[in-house]
């Protein structure tokens, strides 16, 4: 029993530790994004420029595959609901706001830490591991500054970018499905979707890809930084920064949801 | 010998991790234009003292001067102008994977100083010949040997010209003929450049080619240090087993039979 207890402390201390590991890497990568270029170094545009090249082009077919899918889903699935209330013709409202305000933002950045925050963390580990980031250091080269931020400011534009994207193919798979299938007349498909889609709709869905890109990057970046013990450990460290990604992604959802449902947005 | 200019001053060094004290009181002195070569067996500690001294390791107490600064009370900015003065070769020469062999070298005199790129392309042609690499500029990492990798990792912490550099077991897991290779480069580097250097080595034939001063480390303490004649005809039974690789003497590695049978019988 006393075992028990021990073991649930150790876990809850460790995970308190972790915590406070990414706040402190957030604080440091703010520092170096807000404050260091100008009292210190500037950050390597190339450098940035090469990430947001892999995190976000790069991204671009996947995510627009998933959207467009996950838009026809809907559209069938809603249109099933909404044939016993006779309608159909409001499936493309659903879709739109749907995509836009949930399924667009979440589906991308799931995409994304799969893709892109186990990437991150891949790298960052064997770096870790075999000497890399220590060598930076002695070179008088902030790994924060150095590996963390381009990492960072490409997620930070590029998310949000892959969103807009991925709404909009969800969108045009949702009116592809509606108008060649379930049969709803194109005009009123375009004029529904937007009489119903306000800008809020948009740009809530913008605020919630921006707060998951954040947790992308920084977990990424934590758990690549933190590997130790080899090609297993930087494996297990890929694992735990995609699982915690997801989790967190999905808890962000529900709060920021939460928020601006509560608050009318 | 003592009115020489110190470099580095380690005073007092303890280092534990996870309770298991590492190094216990290390006191150590690196004179300029020096070869000091740090050995001992695995787990040692050597290691641990060479992470305290570049300063990626923070030690529990103690403290260590690298030209009169303490190292230990300098914040992450005011350390940095330190280790421009110094260069680091890892055991596996830990070159950036991403960058190619012109860029591992160019990468901290892009970032530190503000040389025009053709005179940056001009020092690293320098530091490649130095190792004797010049025309692998355009090489990754991945496309080198391990000997290869070695040396373009000694022409990285070279870039900055710097007067001090530490070697981490630099000829392990080489060939005698490139572990031979390394060792020259690095004796000549010392002569030639007038490098202050510190080696952490357990490779014995590198130690009798290379030191000009050996500290010996067992279980977190120096237990000799002297001229590389002194070790040599030293009578200490651990430096004589040390030097002569027996198992029989008085480090043991291997564990006594006391209680065995108690405990796989328990």
């Known amino acids: 029993m006393l075992n028990f207890i021990a073991a649930i402390g150790k876990r809850v201390l460790s995970t308190l530790s972790q915590i406070g590991g990414i706040f402190i890497l957030l604080k440091a990568t703010l520092f170096w994004v807000f404050i260091g270029p100008f009292i210190k170094k500037p950050i390597s545009y190339r450098n940035i420029f090469q ?24 559209a069938m699935q809603s249109a099933y609901q909404l044939a016993q209330l006779g309608a159909e013709m409001y499936v493309a409202s659903l879709v739109a706001v ?6 667009g933002p979440v589906l991308a950045a799931l995409v994304v830490a799969g893709r892109v925050g186990a990437a991150i963390t891949a790298e960052l580990g064997s770096m ?16 924060v500054r150095f590996l963390v931020v381009p990492r960072f400011i490409a997620l930070m534009v590029m998310l949000p970018c892959l969103t807009i994207l991925g709404v909009f193919a969800g969108m045009v798979g949702g009116y592809l499905m509606g108008v060649f299938s379930i049969g709803i007349n194109s005009g009123v498909y375009i004029d529904i979707t937007f ?22 990057a920084l977990i990424g970046c934590y758990m690549g930084l933190n590997a130790k013990g080899g090609a297993e450990g930087v494996g297990r460290a890929t694992t735990v920064s995609v699982v915690t990604s997801f989790i967190m992604i999905i808890l962000a959802d529900c709060v920021l949801t939460g928020i601006f449902f509560f608050s009318q947005m | 010998m003592e009115n020489r200019e110190v470099v580095i001053e380690v005073k007092d060094l303890v280092k534990s991790f996870n309770g298991r004290v590492i190094l216990n009181g290390i006191n150590l002195k690196v ?58 070769v890892f055991q596996d020469a830990a070159l950036y994977d991403s960058m190619n062999v012109e ?45 290869m990798r070695r040396r373009v990792g000694i022409a990285r912490a070279l870039a900055m010209d710097p007067e001090l550099v530490f070697y981490d077991e630099p000829t392990a897991g080489l060939d005698p003929i490139i572990a031979g290779v390394i060792d020259k480069l690095i004796l000549d580097l010392s002569k030639k450049l007038q490098i202050t250097s510190v080696v952490v080595t357990h490779d014995m034939k590198s130690v009798f080619a290379i030191a000009d001063r050996v500290v010996m480390l067992y279980d977190g303490k120096i237990i000799a240090e002297g001229e590389m004649s002194e070790i040599k005809n030293s009578e200490d ?30």
């Open chain 2, 103 to 147: 860029e591992n070298i160019s990468l901290v005199l892009c970032e530190h100083t503000k040389l025009d790129p053709d005179i940056i392309s001009i020092m690293v042609k320098m530091k490649l010949e130095l190792v004797g690499l010049r025309g692998f500029e355009k090489f990754m990492p991945s496309q080198l040997s391990g000997g």
């Open chain 1, 98 to 103: 749907a995509m836009a305000r949930e399924m």
């Open chain 2, 237 to 266: 039974p651990r430096i004589k087993q040390f030097i002569t690789g027996s198992p029989e003497g008085p480090i043991q590695f291997l564990q006594s039979g006391d209680g065995y049978l108690d405990e796989l019988t328990k």
């Open chain 1, 51 to 74: 990430q947001m090249v892999f995190e976000g082009v790069n991204s671009l077919l996947i995510v627009f595959f998933v959207t467009f899918f996950t838009g026809i889903v809907l």
């Open chain 1, 128 to 143: 870790q591991v075999t000497e890399q980031v220590e060598a930076l250091q002695t070179q008088a080269l902030n790994p």
């Open chain 1, 195 to 216: 009489k119903f889609l306000a800008l809020k709709d948009i740009y809530t869905g913008l605020i919630k890809s921006v707060s998951f890109a954040m947790i992308i």
């Open chain 2, 31 to 88: 004179y300029k234009g020096e070869t000091l070569v740090i050995m001992g067996g695995s787990g040692c500690g050597k290691s641990t003292l060479l992470r305290n001294m570049i300063g990626t390791h923070r030690p529990d107490s103690g403290s260590i001067f690298i030209k009169g600064n303490d190292i230990t009370k300098l914040n992450e900015s005011e350390f940095d102008k330190i280790r421009k003065i110094y260069g680091m």
